[in-house]
C-alpha cells in the first residue's frame, strides 16, 4: 500500500544551464507541492502504514526550510552566491543546480535519512520511501526513486555539502536535526502524536 502528504513551500531559484533564458538567467520563485510517498505491506497497530502526524515532526521541518528562502547552487558564480547570502535570512545551498529533479532527490535522501534513523513504536514495519514529487508549476513535475536519488550520474549529494542558513536551523523543533541526519544519532517516533 502507498500513502502520501503533501506539503507546501514558497522558493527562490536560479537553474544555470538550462534551456529556457528565464530560468537560467533571472532570480525567479515557485509555489511548490512536494508529495511524499511511503508504501508498506504491513500496517501498524493503528491500522496504517505510517500515522500522518509523525509527519510533522522532523520531516516538516526539513521541507519547510525551503520556504520563503533562496535555494543555492554551490557551482554558481561566488560573487552571486555571496550577495544571495547577504540579503537574505533564508537560505539553502545545495551541491547540485536547484531544478526541480535534484529538489526530488536532495528531498528523498533527507526523507530517507529520517525514516532509516527513526525507530518506530506503533507496530509500523517495512516503511519505506516509495518516492518524492516535486510540483514545480501547476502543470510540471519531477517525480524521484530511489535510484534517482542515488545516481552518480545525476549528481553526487553528499550532506555535508548542503548548507541549511542559522535563521532556518533556528526555527526547527531540534535545532540539531540536520547535524543528527548526518551522524546518524536516531529518532523516536512516539507512541501518540
Same mark, same amino acid.
Given at each position: 500500500?502507498?500513502?502520501?502528504?503533501?506539503?507546501?513551500?514558497?522558493?527562490?531559484? %536560479?537553474? +544555470?544551464?538550462?534551456?529556457?533564458? +528565464?530560468?537560467?538567467?533571472?532570480?525567479?520563485?515557485?509555489?511548490?507541492?512536494?508529495?511524499?510517498? *511511503?508504501?508498506?505491506?504491513?500496517?501498524?497497530?493503528? =491500522?496504517?502504514?505510517?500515522?500522518?502526524?509523525?509527519? &510533522? =515532526?522532523?520531516?516538516?521541518? %526539513? #521541507?519547510?526550510?525551503?520556504?520563503?528562502?533562496?535555494?543555492?547552487?554551490?557551482?554558481?558564480?561566488?560573487?552571486?552566491? &555571496?550577495?544571495? %547570502? =547577504?540579503?537574505?535570512?533564508?537560505?539553502? #545551498?545545495?551541491?547540485?543546480?536547484?531544478?526541480?529533479?535534484? *529538489?526530488?532527490?536532495?528531498?528523498? $535522501? $533527507?526523507?530517507?535519512?529520517?525514516?532509516?534513523?527513526?525507530?518506530?513504536?506503533?507496530?509500523?514495519?517495512?516503511?519505506? $520511501?516509495?518516492?518524492?514529487?516535486?510540483?514545480?508549476?501547476?502543470?510540471?513535475?519531477?517525480?524521484? *526513486?530511489?535510484?534517482?536519488?542515488?545516481?552518480?550520474?545525476?549528481?553526487? #549529494?553528499?550532506?555535508?555539502?548542503?548548507?541549511?542558513? &542559522?535563521?532556518?536551523?533556528?526555527?526547527?523543533?531540534?535545532?540539531? $536535526? *540536520?547535524?543528527?541526519?548526518?551522524?546518524?544519532?536516531?529518532?523516536?517516533?512516539?507512541?501518540?502524536?
Amino acid at each position: 500500500m502507498i500513502i502520501r502528504k503533501l506539503f507546501k513551500f514558497e522558493n527562490a531559484h %536560479i537553474v +544555470r544551464n538550462c534551456s529556457t533564458e +528565464r530560468c537560467r538567467a533571472s532570480l525567479h520563485g515557485h509555489s511548490y507541492k512536494i508529495e511524499v510517498l *511511503f508504501e508498506s505491506s504491513f500496517l501498524d497497530h493503528g =491500522q496504517m502504514v505510517y500515522d500522518f502526524g509523525l509527519m &510533522k =515532526q522532523h520531516m516538516k521541518d %526539513i #521541507i519547510d526550510s525551503f520556504d520563503h528562502a533562496i535555494t543555492l547552487w554551490s557551482d554558481d558564480d561566488e560573487a552571486y552566491i &555571496k550577495d544571495m %547570502i =547577504q540579503h537574505s535570512d533564508r537560505y539553502v #545551498i545545495l551541491p547540485v543546480s536547484p531544478s526541480a529533479e535534484q *529538489f526530488s532527490r536532495v528531498i528523498f $535522501l $533527507l526523507i530517507e535519512a529520517l525514516l532509516k534513523q527513526t525507530a518506530c513504536v506503533n507496530g509500523e514495519k517495512e516503511v519505506t $520511501l516509495h518516492s518524492i514529487i516535486v510540483h514545480e508549476t501547476a502543470t510540471g513535475y519531477a517525480q524521484g *526513486f530511489y535510484d534517482d536519488a542515488h545516481s552518480e550520474t545525476m549528481g553526487t #549529494i553528499d550532506f555535508e555539502q548542503i548548507i541549511f542558513s &542559522k535563521a532556518i536551523q533556528k526555527d526547527w523543533n531540534d535545532p540539531n $536535526l *540536520f547535524e543528527k541526519i548526518k551522524a546518524k544519532k536516531g529518532f523516536v517516533n512516539p507512541t501518540r502524536v
